[in-house]
């Protein structure tokens, strides 16, 4: 979902990966985890390829109990390819036996989920996302984060309080004031992002953001905050740049092309931009040298940590965070729910990206 700025102990034995989990975007320390969950798209390609051979079928209906991702899965796989047909047609016929050592061999993932899920509440979404990121693990990490339970609840209790919808006033206060902006300011919706311009999920986020203003400009308020990240070195100088832009009425210009040149963001590429849009460049390149706007974007980064922002992007719908920022799908369903007046709906669980 996002870039977090310390890193902790806690990170490295795991709880780093329920977080990158719950997130869709940049995120400094599950960038820097040397095991990283698994992307959608790769249980989605597994689960296309239909099984063909005896033992293709056998792997297939034991993966299908330990989880496409797990460790478990992957080893069957590989022993299917050397595996006699006989063999594995003799498996299939005893293959509760198998699915009974598959248990005993994944327990530790299974007591890990049951202590977790028990703490931060069997029915929470956190919970969800634990018991679905806990089948890529192997068995030697769920043992190693075994003996850190209290730390891990710890953190994934935060997780779950951060993914609450803000209390009304809170949600107001983070939409208020001169930030850019587009649609109408008594709309019955408000979108509110912080973001950054070097952060590449960002520029998903982007695009999605150009799919909200042609659906939905009139009767949604969408704001920009921004949140650049100190790992993303030019991140900063474009958000001061894209405040001078948006001085003269070019925010979105500036925004859009930003974000269509990630890699150059340089002062002299962002003159370039100015020139582009059709900026005042003498009065732009002022704004830059005295950092009119430095004061603006501290403002909007301490306004992003008071509700519990750590990474680029995140978004909140009428206060609700969306957990899927890059997706439009997923916040034009949130959007819709919003305007149909329904309550805001718990955040699924999502996996970067």
């Not at 002022?286 to 990474?311: F, I, R």
């Amino acid at each position: 979902m996002f870039l977090t700025k310390n890193t902790t102990a806690r990170a490295l034995i795991g709880v780093g990966l329920f977080a990158i989990a719950l997130s869709s975007g940049c995120n400094k320390p599950q960038r820097k985890t040397k095991h990283a969950a698994p992307a959608a798209s790769g249980s989605a390609a597994a689960a296309a390829t239909a099984p063909t051979g005896p033992c293709q079928k056998y792997a297939a209906a034991l993966c299908e109990k330990a989880g496409n991702e797990s460790e478990s899965c992957q080893s069957l796989k590989a022993a299917a390819e050397i595996l006699s047909p006989a063999a594995c047609t003799a498996g299939m016929k005893d293959i509760a036996y198998s699915v009974k050592k598959l248990g005993e061999a994944n327990k530790s993932c299974d007591d890990l989920v049951s202590k977790l899920c028990g703490a931060i509440g069997p029915t929470t979404e956190t919970c969800n996302m634990v018991k679905t990121q806990t089948k890529s693990f192997p068995q030697s990490r769920c043992k190693q984060m075994l003996e850190h339970i209290p730390e891990i609840t710890a953190d994934l209790k935060k997780m779950e309080a951060a993914n609450q919808p803000l209390a009304p006033e809170i949600a107001a206060n983070i939409a208020k004031g001169n930030a850019p902006a587009f649609g109408p300011q008594d709309a019955k919706v408000t979108v509110v992002e912080f973001s950054d311009f070097q952060c590449p999920y960002c520029s998903r986020a982007a695009t999605a953001v150009d799919e909200i203003k042609k659906k939905y400009g009139t009767r949604v308020r969408f704001v920009f905050r921004q949140f650049p990240l100190p790992m993303h070195p030019n991140a900063r100088g474009a958000a001061e740049a894209s405040l001078a832009a948006n001085a003269q009425g070019k925010f979105w210009e500036f925004h859009d092309k930003m974000f269509q040149n990630q890699q150059k963001l340089e002062r002299a590429d962002l003159e370039g931009f100015a020139k582009d849009a059709g900026l005042d460049v003498a009065a732009f390149k002022k704004a830059l040298d005295s950092k009119t706007y430095a004061a603006d974007v501290d403002a909007d980064m301490k306004l992003g940590e008071s509700v519990a922002v750590n990474g680029t992007p995140t978004m909140f719908i009428n206060g609700a965070r969306v957990q899927n920022p890059t997706n439009f799908e997923a916040i034009s369903a949130q959007i819709e729910g919003a305007l149909s007046g329904k309550p805001a709906a718990a955040p699924a669980a999502a996996h970067p990206g």
